[in-house]
């Protein structure tokens, strides 16, 4: 019998519930499995037990928190992280990580393209 392939693993980190739902609810029609955290904690135990390909951060968290859960992102999880950001100007966190309006019409492209260059 042949082998179903899992879908590829989305962490969705946002304070606001509404929008951590309406996230997984776009994400989950498009595909993929969605794993929501909304704190660093929660971000921590994901990486360690669930197997991520990209974490999405929301524009609801300050930006210090925002460092914090990227740095996590980065030391345990080792997957690009895409930052949401809304009306102003987003603060990367790292160079190398992406960033993008927060529409949901448009960041699926954004997270299926940056998950085709990572395979």
Known sequence: ??????????????????LCHLRK?????????????SNLQEVTAAC???RIHLAM??????????RRIA????????????QLHHDEDPELVEST???????SDYFIET????LRKLS
Request: positive net charge; aromatic residues 2%; proline residues 10%.
């Open 111 to 114: 997270v299926k393209e940056i």
């Open 48 to 50: 360690e037990k669930q």
């Open 71 to 82: 740095n996590a992102i980065k030391n345990s999880c080792r997957v690009p992280v895409l």
């Open 57 to 66: 951060i929301g524009h609801s968290l300050r930006p210090a928190e925002k």
């Open 97 to 103: 990580q992406a960033q993008h309006p927060d529409q």
């Open 1 to 18: 019998m042949p082998q179903r392939k899992s879908k590829p693993g989305i962490l969705v980190v946002s304070r606001d519930p509404q």
């Open 25 to 37: 609810k776009v994400l989950s029609s498009a595909g993929f499995a969605v794993i929501p955290a």
